[in-house]
């Protein structure tokens, strides 16, 4: 007689032939969600469509942001229905929990160890060792479905938990902390649930959300137990929202059949639309058929991209869950915003700007610019509705600012790079409203924390939390600003906010540090340079901080939100002047300064590759006509710190972050946010092939690109001699073919023609 073993071996071996005989020959097959799942990646593993408003998967460790843990011994508690990705702070959702058990029916609590856990595009499957149940979970936009196979025999049963959810703490209104409201079940019939979970707080401090759902089985359940507060009511339909945590047990017949299906649809508006998503998602009972169309999806979107067959399926994996990850967020909920009735879109989980705008908006954009159309005219619906855009947004309530008033930078960037569809009148407007009211309050909502300050002075001063990154954000934000303006011929705002953006400069400071001169350093609102400051969270080592280029004053010194830099040092900082890298090297001491400045940065630590301030720096050797030395560093810093590995991304992936930033890089260009320029950098494929929504293909093609041929020696666009170090959106828009003749040593392309500055016009 087989063993159990073998039994579970051999389910194991068809179901991984079954997922590769589905895959093969498609881009899909290169996506791996477990990429990013150990360390600080913080990914989310189960499976998701793009920018899926249902995300489904398994909850280990309720401190998780994604509710994920790679240790197989430590238990799943359940499946719930809405998750996050890659983000760091305090979790978010965790909601509706669905987990099938087959004993210990007295209990609620029902956890389990996991064995032969899988995670593949679009697909999730473990077996819960404690009763031999298989699992297997896809989805689609709004609505999921649950596979359950008991066997062993035995009971058989399905919790659905209204109650749980991730980041609960035991203090009241603790900060970050997700907090109970209420919830509700109800029992229609033996196949139909439906109720919902009422939660607030999380990372963004957000007020009530409500997630309703509407669960349908395949089998007919035999009987039923709800509950109130952990007391069981056996055959009781209906537990009222009484603001307690309730749920259900449901019981199925062991002789009718081992598998029971379950369709699980969600809703922020009801139950009914609950329902409706499932009927309008899955009408039928097929597994295969739901899997398949999340592939569909998802195939229609990394299609975009060719890259050269014979590159290797770990860069290809890289890659393609690198475009996968950057599009798991912000979440489309175009119909289910529970706040106002209208025809346009909405996206909410923004998760947040300050991460994405840098890299992961401009890669949406150019793989599929009429979602970014989308994305930008949702945040001005929410500006319309809520008087301001976010930075960050999530449950349906905008919430923290880590520095600028980003929605700026997309705005800019969709302007630049010609996106139709989009009221430019209004986004000015949008944006005067950040640059010139402040949000009030404790002013870490929305808008522009100290702009008080920034307005009257130039700056802003160490009166408020995070004014060093707070200042040159928003000196960024104004360029963006007169970039809209100017293009829509408000000629008295262009000006205004072109000046502004010089405010950068208010802070910068000609001090010397480990070899490099000139940081961005605070200031009082009496204009005079602050060099220590008083520790509010001493632990009884230190009183004051002498404050240097290379000191971190929080979390040790201040709590981690109300440094002088968010998150960096002034090392990082000092060099994110996107708008106009020129004069930041005119005030570093010329050229020769600025590349050992740079140089003193990688070789000493001080660069942090997990951190979004940074994203840019590896670049800035363009600016000084070296873009062999970019791509140096470009391949140092991902040759030693990503891989196909499950702790492959080197940080928190916030929303696809990281993870769009490698993307670009492997292709050989990276964006500058905001303007219409690529830098052009040594890639990582042999070709590779951009298809354009337009219908123009572009092609990058690096001949004779080795290990040893690792240097640019000379391009051409479309069969012409091209001495820019960077390309323009609309270059890539036209179409065509960008050689890069690949050579083993630096040549002296790209010395001359530099990327733009604001001080060079």
């Known amino acids: 007689m087989e063993s159990n073993t073998k039994k579970m071996n051999r389910a194991l071996f068809i179901l991984l032939f079954l997922v590769s005989a589905s895959t093969r020959g498609q881009y899909h097959q290169y996506v791996d969600p477990k990429i990013g799942s150990e360390g600080d990646g913080n990914v989310f593993i189960g499976p998701s469509c793009p920018f899926g408003m249902i995300k489904p998967g398994p909850d280990c460790n309720k401190n998780a942001n994604s509710g994920y843990s790679s240790d197989m011994q430590v238990p799943v508690y359940g499946f719930s229905q809405v998750h996050v990705s890659g983000t760091g702070g305090g979790p978010k959702y965790g909601n509706i929990s669905v987990m099938p058990f087959g004993g210990d029916i007295e209990s609620i609590r029902q956890e389990s160890v996991r064995q032969n856990e899988i ?52 203090i009241p209104d603790g900060r970050e902390a997700q907090q109970f409201v209420s919830s509700e079940i109800e029992i229609i019939n033996d196949h139909e649930v439906r109720g919902y979970t009422r939660i607030r707080g999380g990372w963004n401090n957000g007020s009530a959300y409500t997630v309703y759902f509407t669960a349908l089985f395949s089998q007919p359940f035999s009987n039923y137990n709800t509950w109130e507060n952990n007391v069981l009511y056996p055959s009781r339909k209906v537990v009222v929202d009484n603001g307690k945590k309730t749920g259900a047990q449901l ?32 009408p039928d009972w097929d597994f295969n058929k739901v899997l398949s169309g999340n592939q569909q999806q998802w195939e229609q979107l990394l ?66 610019p009429s979602r970014e159309v989308d994305i930008v005219n949702a945040l001005l619906q929410i500006y319309k509705r809520d008087g301001y855009m976010p930075d960050a947004r999530s449950g349906n309530c905008n919430g923290r600012t880590q520095g600028g008033s980003n929605a700026e930078v997309l705005i800019a960037d969709a302007y630049v790079k010609g996106l139709k569809g989009i009221n430019y009148n209004l986004a000015l407007e949008a944006m005067l409203k950040d640059a010139t009211v402040p949000p009030g309050g404790n002013e870490e909502k929305e808008g522009r924390g100290g702009l008080t300050d920034y307005n009257q002075f130039g700056y802003v001063s160490t009166s408020y939390v995070r004014s060093g990154n707070r200042t040159l954000e928003y000196a960024y934000d104004d360029y963006c600003l007169a970039t809209v303006a100017k293009g829509i011929n408000r000629q008295g705002e262009y000006w205004r906010f072109l000046k502004q953006s010089d405010n950068w400069k208010n802070l910068w400071r000609n001090i010397a540090d480990n070899g490099a001169t000139g940081f961005i350093m605070p200031k009082n609102a009496a204009g005079k340079w602050v060099d220590s400051f008083q520790c509010d969270l001493n632990n009884g080592k230190l009183s004051y901080l002498p404050y240097t280029p290379l ?58 590759v ?152």
């Not at 879109?345 to 150019?366: G, H, M, Q, V």
């Not at 996107?578 to 740079?598: E, Q, T």
Request: net charge neutral; with cysteine; hydrophobic share 35%.
């Open 119 to 170: 995670a593949a595009l679009g697909y999730y499957s473990v077996l819960l060792k404690k009763w031999g149940i298989q699992t297997e979970i896809s989805c689609l936009q709004k609505s999921a479905y649950y596979k359950f196979i008991f066997k062993n025999g035995g009971k058989k049963a399905v919790k659905i938990d209204c109650g749980e959810f991730l980041g609960e703490t035991v």
């Open 251 to 282: 019981f199925f017949d062991t002789a009718l059949t081992d598998s029971i299906a379950l369709k699980i649809g969600i809703s922020f508006i009801s139950t009914q639309k609950a329902r409706q998503n499932i009927e309008t998602e899955m």
């Open 303 to 368: 299609q975009k991209v060719a890259v050269d067959s014979s590159s290797s399926t770990e860069l290809k994996k890289m890659f393609y869950t690198g475009l996968y990850h950057t599009m798991l967020m912000p979440v489309n909920r175009t119909g289910e915003n529970p706040l106002w009735e209208n025809n346009g879109p909405y996206y909410d989980d923004f998760y947040a700007i300050w991460d994405t705008y840098r890299s992961s908006n401009p890669l949406i954009t150019l793989l599929s």
């Open 551 to 608: 000191a971190q004053d929080w979390p040790n010194c201040v709590c981690w939100w109300c440094g002088f830099f968010y998150e960096a040092s002034s090392w990082e900082y000092s060099l994110s002047v996107p708008h106009d890298v020129a004069a930041l090297i005119k005030r570093s001491g010329g050229s020769s300064a600025f590349r050992k400045r740079l140089d003193i940065l990688f070789y000493r630590g001080f660069y942090n």
């Open 610 to 761: 997990g951190n979004e301030p940074s994203f840019l720096s590896p670049d800035l050797y363009h600016w000084i006509g070296r873009p062999d030395l970019s791509s140096d560093r470009i391949h140092q810093i991902i040759d030693a710190n990503y891989s196909s590995l499950p702790n492959g991304i080197p940080g928190n992936d916030d929303s696809g972050a990281m993870s769009s930033w490698l993307a670009f890089h492997m292709l050989g260009f990276y964006p500058n946010a905001g303007q219409n320029y690529y830098l052009i950098n040594t890639p990582y494929f042999k070709s590779a092939t951009i298809h354009q929504d337009n219908g123009k293909d572009f092609q990058i093609r690096a001949y004779k690109l080795s290990d040893k041929n690792k240097y640019i020696k000379a391009v051409t666009l479309n069969g012409k001699p091209f001495n820019n170090s960077w390309i323009t959106h609309q270059d890539i828009l036209n179409g065509g073919v960008l050689e890069l003749e690949m050579d083993a040593n630096p040549s002296s392309w790209g010395s001359n023609n530099l990327p733009p500055s604001k001080s060079d016009r």
